[in-house]
């Protein structure tokens, strides 16, 4: 079975910083792209940051400069350090992966459950 688990979240004053974590897990899975999302109440999901298997990262406008993606492909691990946050940054973060359950399988979609990050002013 395939579980994303996100981990790091927490409350911080403006200005400071969390690293959060995603481990992929599930038998041989094959891990393509990883993404973190987030979504404040009342707002859709937005993508935060992506990184390729190649290591490729994009970033939302609102966060370049803030944030770094990266990730460790011998451990299905992706993390997101987050610096200089603000209270706008207030949301559930989620972690998204494309991968393949063995080598033979098609690529699917999978989430975490997500974790919560609180900027307080």
């Known amino acids: 079975q395939v579980q994303l688990v996100e981990s790091g979240g927490g409350l911080v004053q403006a200005g400071g910083s969390l690293r959060l974590s995603c481990v992929a897990s599930g038998g041989s899975i094959i891990v393509n792209a990883m993404g973190w999302y987030r979504q404040a109440p009342g707002k859709e999901r937005e993508l935060v940051a992506s990184i390729t298997s190649g290591g490729s990262t994009n970033y939302a406008d609102s966060v370049k400069g803030r944030f770094t993606i990266s990730r460790d492909s011998a451990k299905n691990t992706m993390y997101l350090q987050m610096n200089s946050l603000k209270p706008e940054d207030t949301a559930s973060y989620y972690c998204?992966?494309?991968?393949?359950?063995?080598?033979?399988?098609?690529?699917?979609?999978?989430w975490g459950k997500g974790t919560r990050v609180t900027v307080s002013t």
């Open positions: 998204h992966a494309n991968l393949r359950k063995a080598w033979n399988s098609r690529p699917m979609d999978y």
